[in-house]
């Protein structure tokens, strides 16, 4: 297996979040620090990355290696969480910063009771238990998570902050037609619906479906949030030939796959299923490796859209 298009490097790489207080004015102090944000890409980087993707893409993966990669992919996050358990994420601190909705404050900046969030793709936990944390234990305040993988959610269970008072995971496939029988929330009940780097791993055609079947559990005026990568991220850029499924969408050499997103499809997309735009940015930040003197452009987009 490459490394370079594993799961396991990618997300390595990668603090997810973004200060958004450092900025490279000038070339030559590129390395004084590990990272910049909020990068300016000139026409050349850009040309670079389009025949680089161009490239990659040119070969695509053989229909029968393609097929047993997309009918496996649970067992592949499986075997992932089996290897790693819970110690290989880094929980996620940075949310609150780009996500101060997540608090649950009124617009006097009151706590509302009765705040309900559900995370999409939760994994282990990363997100959840940082916010229970963060969150006073005595508010009406519940955190519900999914995932389609049964070893990330038997480690959540496993947790020593999984409180059956304040949270719930379980494991649900978005990608299926039919909703478990036990879902335990109902139509228009949530108030956020968390999306950190999960629609990526799902496969383009089930977008749609994947969006709108969400949006009915958000009460009116709940809001979707949304990060994940963006086209000409570094690891698009380093996938090779013969890993490409479809147009932007990979599979890495772990068994998991990854599309790129750009900020125009992610707008028809949640306003197609019925969503108003509050945010749709892109984050493009610069990390250094100052030791080995190497450049990394990573590429996200964060979004917020509101059901009316």
């Known amino acids: 297996m490459d490394n370079s298009e594993s799961a396991e490097t990618e997300v390595a790489s990668v603090n997810e979040g973004s200060c958004r207080n450092r900025f490279l004015t000038e ?3 590129v390395f004084n620090h590990n990272a910049w944000d909020d990068v300016v890409w000139d026409e050349d980087m850009i040309s670079a990355a389009e025949k680089s993707i161009q490239q990659n893409s040119n070969i695509k993966m053989d229909p029968v290696s393609a ?5 496996n992919a649970s067992e592949n996050w499986d075997k992932f969480y089996g290897i790693h358990e819970n110690k290989f994420f ?11 909705e997540l608090e649950g404050k009124d617009p006097n900046g009151k706590d509302r009771e009765g705040f309900r969030i559900f995370e999409t793709g939760c994994g282990v936990g990363n997100t959840v238990f940082p916010l229970l944390q ?15 993988s049964r070893s990330a959610i038997e480690h959540t269970h496993k947790n020593p ?8 995971m379980f494991v649900w496939d978005l990608t299926q037609t039919s909703t478990p029988e036990q879902l335990p929330f109902g139509d228009n009940s949530l108030d956020i619906i968390l999306m950190i780097f999960v629609l990526s791993a799902i496969r383009p055609q089930y977008f749609e479906s994947v969006i709108s079947n969400l949006v009915r559990y958000l009460k009116p005026g709940g809001m979707i949030l949304f990060r994940d990568y963006g ?9 090779k030939q013969g890993r490409c499924i479809e147009d932007n969408f990979y599979g890495r050499g772990d068994g998991t796959q990854v599309y790129f997103f750009n900020q ?10 019925g969503l108003e735009k509050v945010q749709n940015s892109v984050d493009r930040r610069l990390q250094v490796n100052r030791g080995k003197q190497i450049k990394m452009y990573r590429v996200w987009i964060q979004c917020k859209y509101r059901k009316p």
């Open 27 to 29: 070339a030559s102090d």
């Open 67 to 71: 097929s047993e990669l997309l009918e």
């Open 90 to 100: 880094k929980d996620r601190n940075w949310l609150l910063k780009e996500f101060p």
């Open 134 to 148: 963060y969150i006073d234990e005595t508010r009406d305040f519940f955190i519900y998570g999914c995932d389609f």
């Open 161 to 168: 902050l999984y409180n059956s008072a304040r949270c719930r």
């Open 231 to 239: 086209r000409f991220d570094m690891t698009q850029l380093r996938f």
């Open 264 to 273: 125009s499809e992610l707008d028809k997309l949640f306003v197609k299923c």
